[in-house]
């Protein structure tokens, strides 16, 4: 064991190289026991392959990892959990047909007589679950948790094999702001035990708030690093990017032309007592903020024909239509580019190419058959018109960032020509630099003379971009705000119910 003085983690001159792709080069890296130290970086900058060689996913290149001053080798996961190292994925990795106490010993089971010990499982799973303030009975099945209770089931999971570095990848992104701060107070206790953590994550106020220090990548190298007071969101977003922040918001707003999309009394199956009435006008940016839980994205769902509306009336350029299918939006001129894009928004397996044209394969066909021509075309537009960054259009989409999946995401639907862009957390899990491309991406498509609704639960997006903002508390439309009138303060206190406030 290393003297106090020196790193719990170093990592020096580290390299990877992918087929075609220098991923790190010559990264340092150096983590002290109880600390908390943020890695961050634009998507692609290499965080997440640095981190899969510290959790035995991938062998570097090059370079050398010290635990407590003595070199290793990880070349597998369980080489990294025998060094004291846990990876906690975005996506948990976590069976839900099992219970609590399972999961948390799945793979490392104690047995008794050649038997796993049920019992001593359940007992030292309780300990677990007591480090982490989660108070579940250890029988609870995963599938009946909540997201963030999940979350902190993962970290006792990880601290069932003695952890001395957990490595936490966007931790919060589908937390909720109750869930977020549980699991902030878990990070402080854990630091506070002298486990350190490794913080990955693109809100750089959650950054402030947890870290000691930050560690900053950028296009696979060293772009800087910063510590207590220096840990500022202008200071790192000019490290990931080179770029001010002051530049993010800068909006030329368009004069709006006729109404696009008028919804009266609309009523959605999740608030089927609530009526919402609203338009978006030709050229119009128009924001729906609220809190978790308050029907934004359901709102969305119905007006693309997930879920169809139960009562009301919707038009689109004067003309009464009631989607109740996504393909019947399409034809009306409606598209959705969803929250979740993995799951809803792409086909991960496929490329670049094939993703771009599925919206059109019933027009780009020959005697029944897809007609490449016209889908390389269209492929080779979207990728230029939307500066996606890939190898080439075969290039299967899973291994893209974040921020050029969503380029595709938008580009597919963009080639459709829509009159109407519905946007449900469109810069989602991406970085700031990808953020402001898409940004200015809106207002080129609202310059166009496309009407866009968008959700989003970042509060300097909305006040950023938007050129009005809905409201919504409880599945209702509490207020509209204009531009000049957007502050977080009116925001707030319509999302929590506030009507005075309109």
Do not use: C
């Not at 166009?448 to 959700?455: H, T």
């Not at 009005?468 to 319509?494: C, K, P, Y």
């Amino acid at each position: 064991m290393g003297d106090a003085q020196t790193p719990l983690l170093e990592v020096v001159a580290l390299e990877k190289q992918f087929p075609g792709v220098l991923a790190l080069h010559d990264v340092d890296l150096t983590l002290n026991r109880g600390e908390v130290l943020a890695v961050v970086g634009e998507n692609g900058a290499g965080k997440s392959t640095l981190m899969k060689i510290l959790a035995g996913v991938h062998t570097p290149n090059a370079g050398v990892i010290r635990i407590e001053g003595r070199e290793v080798r990880i070349q597998s996961v369980r080489d990294a959990q025998d060094h004291g190292i846990a990876l906690i994925h975005q996506e948990l990795n976590l069976a839900g047909n099992l219970d609590i106490a399972a999961n948390i010993f799945l793979g490392n089971e104690p047995h008794k007589a050649g038997f796993i010990d049920r019992g001593k499982i359940h007992a030292k799973a309780a300990g677990h679950l007591k480090r982490v303030g989660l108070n579940f009975p250890t029988d609870t099945l995963v599938a009946d948790l909540t997201i963030g209770h999940q979350q902190l089931v993962e970290i006792a999971k990880a601290l069932s094999v003695d952890a001395r570095i957990i490595i936490m990848d966007e931790p919060t992104s589908s937390l909720s702001q109750a869930e977020s701060a549980t699991l902030f107070r878990v990070v402080h206790d854990l630091r506070s035990q002298g486990i350190s953590i490794i913080y990955i994550s693109h809100r750089l106020g959650e950054v402030i708030v947890l870290s000691d220090r930050v560690a900053i990548l950028r296009d696979g190298e060293n772009a800087g690093e910063l510590a207590g007071d220096k840990i500022r969101h202008d200071a790192m977003v000019k490290l990931m990017v080179g770029r001010d922040l002051s530049q993010f918001y800068q909006r030329n707003v368009t004069e709006p032309g006729s109404v696009v999309l008028e919804a009266e009394n609309l009523r959605t199956p999740a608030h089927p007592q609530r009526g919402l009435s609203f338009s978006v006008r030709e050229g119009e940016i128009v924001g729906v903020a609220g809190l978790v839980g308050a029907g934004r994205t359901e709102l969305l769902q119905t007006l693309f024909g997930v879920t169809p509306a139960v009562g009301g009336t919707l038009k689109i350029a004067g003309k009464a239509i009631h989607p109740k299918t996504p393909l019947e939006a399409i034809k009306s001129g409606i598209v959705l580019a969803p929250e979740d894009r993995k799951q809803h928004g792409l086909i991960l397996e496929m490329s670049v190419r094939e993703n771009a044209s599925l919206p059109r394969l019933r027009m780009d066909q020959k005697a029944g058959l897809i007609d490449f021509d016209a889908e390389i075309e269209v492929a080779t537009d979207m990728v230029k018109k939307m500066d996606i960054r890939t190898p080439g259009l075969e290039q299967v989409v899973q291994y893209l960032s974040g921020g050029n999946q969503q380029k595709i995401v938008l580009g597919k639907w963009l080639a459709m020509k829509p009159r109407m862009l519905l946007l449900d957390e469109p810069t989602r899990g991406i970085d700031v630099g990808s953020k402001q491309e898409i940004y200015r991406l809106m207002e080129d498509l609202a310059s166009s003379g496309v009407a866009i609704l968008f959700v989003s639960s970042e509060m300097e997006e909305v006040l950023g971009i938007a050129d009005r903002a809905l409201v919504m508390h409880e599945g209702a439309i509490t207020g509209e705000l204009a531009r000049d009138q957007l502050s977080e303060e009116a925001v707030m206190q319509l999302a929590t119910g506030n009507m005075a406030a309109a």
